[in-house]
């Protein structure tokens, strides 16, 4: 397990390879263009581990955003698009970091060690390291251990603060909608629309119905029919889907 | 009394690298006097070029065999150190050099990722040190003399571009943005 996170490169290293593959600078649409390589790259790692699992969600999260900013640049407020140069910036220090490693590496590479004194044995070698066994310091009383076991404590109790906690409600996935609608549609092969969105339960499931059927609209399985202005539309299977 | 010599001998005879402080109790002499005269014996032996070198590092001091004779001093000592090193590894000790000393929640804000593990594995193999500052009550962690003589460097200063990464406005603004976040 160690080898494998010893191994692994954080989300920004995956961001920063899926922008020089694609030979891009670090730009916001750069960021745009990369989002879904990078959810693929998520979806199928095998050498993402849980502690960094949510490092890599959140980066996930905030390149969707900038994908739907691209999309629709009019619902962004000021401080969505600094927190978008925020990235930016991220990006480009630790780009800064990576290429200085790479010098560091260099050096390291080059093995120009420095030694500093040293003892040896009768052959010449440095003697073996000692095993490591606990002596305790001079000077040391039981008020001092317990001083530094409070301090201990202390210092880990700083550091944990609790989070809000939330539960994950169950939710219905476009996929699943669109299942459905398709099993819908073979059977009835045209239903009202306002009813359909009627059936849902929360809002959530109200905008996974509507995209449910755009998607479905996209992919030319469906069309919607109304008489006139503002009347009932319905939602048709399309005469090319109908098996005859 | 030439503070130089006295310097140089007590390096020489030290096997653990010493302080400003070690040595300005031991030989009298302020603090800021043995801090120059450090330079100046490290600035002599680089102009010299002689077989040994002195490097520093958090404030201490340390001789050393010159980066030139590794090779041979490695054949002598019958050293078999590799350096080799994970290239996360690899970028977390580039950022604790460049930028230490630091937190883990500044190495973690850099790097974008959950850090715990490599500063355990890098502090067990004695690469990296931390610090605790009581005040703060926050923990900063530092490259050791270790690390710099796997580097063959005399200290993190002489690393590439150091004033620009160690000091960068852009750097400021990041941090300082996503504390507010």
Request: contains cysteine; charged residues 30%; aromatic residues 8%.
């Amino acid at each position: 397990m160690e080898l494998k996170l010893e191994k692994f490169q954080g989300p920004l290293g995956i961001l920063l390879k899926l922008i020089e593959q694609e030979e891009l600078d670090i730009t916001e649409i750069a960021l745009a263009k990369i989002a879904d390589e990078f959810l693929a790259y998520v979806e199928t790692s095998e050498n993402i581990g849980p502690e960094e699992m949510a490092d890599f969600l959140v980066m996930a999260a905030r390149l969707l955003y900038i994908k739907s900013k691209a999309l629709l640049p009019y619902l962004v407020s000021v401080e969505e698009e600094e927190e978008i140069t925020d990235l930016e910036n991220q990006l480009r220090m630790y780009k800064e970091f990576i290429d200085a490693s790479a010098k560091i590496s260099e050096l390291v590479g080059a093995k120009k060690f420095l030694f500093s004194p040293v003892i040896l044995n009768k052959n010449f070698r440095r003697p073996k390291k000692e095993k490591v066994s606990f002596v305790a310091p001079t000077g040391i009383t039981k008020i001092l251990l317990r001083d530094r076991f409070v301090e201990l404590l202390d210092r880990l109790q700083t550091k944990i603060e609790p989070l809000d906690e939330k539960s994950l409600v169950g939710k219905i996935s476009i996929d699943e909608r669109i299942d459905y609608i398709r099993e819908l549609l073979t059977k009835k092969l045209r239903f009202s629309f306002s009813k359909f969105l009627e059936t849902a339960t929360s809002r959530t499931e109200v905008i996974v119905n509507f995209l449910a059927v755009l998607e479905l609209a996209k992919q030319r399985e469906l069309v919607f029919e109304q008489d006139e202005l503002f009347s009932e539309i319905h939602v048709v299977l399309r005469n090319d889907n109908v098996i005859n | 009394m030439n503070l130089l010599s006295q310097l140089e001998s007590l390096l020489f005879i030290s096997s653990k690298p010493l302080t400003v402080k070690d040595i300005a109790e031991l030989t009298g002499a302020k603090a800021k006097e043995v801090e120059e005269t450090l330079e100046q014996l490290a600035h002599d032996y680089k102009e010299q070029a002689r077989g040994f070198i002195l490097i520093k590092n958090n404030n201490q001091y340390q001789l050393t065999t010159a980066p030139e004779n590794t090779e041979l001093v490695s054949k002598f000592l019958k050293d078999e150190t590799s350096g080799e090193l994970s290239q996360p590894s690899l970028e977390a000790l580039t950022i604790i050099a460049y930028r230490g000393p630091i937190t883990k929640l500044e190495l973690e804000r850099i790097r974008g990722v959950n850090c715990s593990l490599i500063l355990r594995n890098l502090l067990i193999r004695g690469l990296i040190e931390e610090k605790l500052d009581k005040q703060k009550n926050e923990s900063f962690y530092l490259v050791t003399l270790e690390f710099i003589k796997f580097l063959g460097v005399s200290s993190v200063d002489e690393l590439p571009d150091y004033e620009k990464l160690h000091r960068t406005e852009s750097l400021e603004e990041v941090l300082e943005e996503s504390v507010n976040l």
